[in-house]
C-alpha cells in the first residue's frame, strides 16, 4: 500500500514530511504536496511529521478523502521531486483545519 497526503495539506504545505522520507516519495505542486505511490515503501515515517495531520495510510482514508488516493497518483506523474523542508508561507496556519479546500488546488 501506499501513505497519502489528503485535503489539509491545500494551502497549509509546512512540508516537513519531505525530509523524513527516505526514499523521496514527495512531488511538489504550486500549493500542495503528494506522495508517489509507486515509490512509498509503506515505512509510516512521514506519518507523525506532518503539523497538519494531512497524512494517512490509504486503507485510513477518511469517508469523503478516498479521492486523494488517485489524485495523488495523477499528479505524482506530472509534479517535481522535493526532498528539503522550505519555510512555509506566512499564512500556512491560517489554513490549516479548514474544510473544502480541494477547489483551491493548484496545479
Ligand atoms: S507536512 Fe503535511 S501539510 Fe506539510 S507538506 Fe507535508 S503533507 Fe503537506
Ligand atoms: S510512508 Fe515512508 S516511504 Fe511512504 S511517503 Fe512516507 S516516508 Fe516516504
Not at 19 to 30: H, K
Not at 35 to 46: F, G, K, S, V, Y
Not at 72 to 96: E, F
Request: glycine content about 2%; proline content about 10%.
Amino acid at each position: 500500500m501506499t501513505f497519502v497526503v489528503t485535503e489539509n495539506c491545500i494551502k497549509c504545505k509546512f512540508t516537513d514530511c519531505v525530509r523524513v522520507c527516505p526514499v523521496d516519495c514527495f512531488r511538489e505542486g504550486p500549493n500542495f504536496l503528494v506522495i508517489d505511490p509507486d515509490r512509498c515503501t509503506d515505512c509510516a515515517l512521514c506519518e507523525p511529521e506532518c503539523p497538519a495531520k494531512a497524512i494517512v495510510p490509504a486503507e485510513d482514508l477518511p469517508a469523503g478523502q478516498a479521492h486523494f488516493l488517485e489524485l495523488n497518483a495523477q499528479l505524482a506523474k506530472i509534479w517535481p521531486p522535493i526532498s528539503q523542508s522550505r519555510v512555509p508561507s506566512p499564512d500556512s496556519k491560517d489554513w490549516d483545519g479548514r474544510a473544502d479546500k480541494l477547489a483551491l488546488l493548484e496545479r
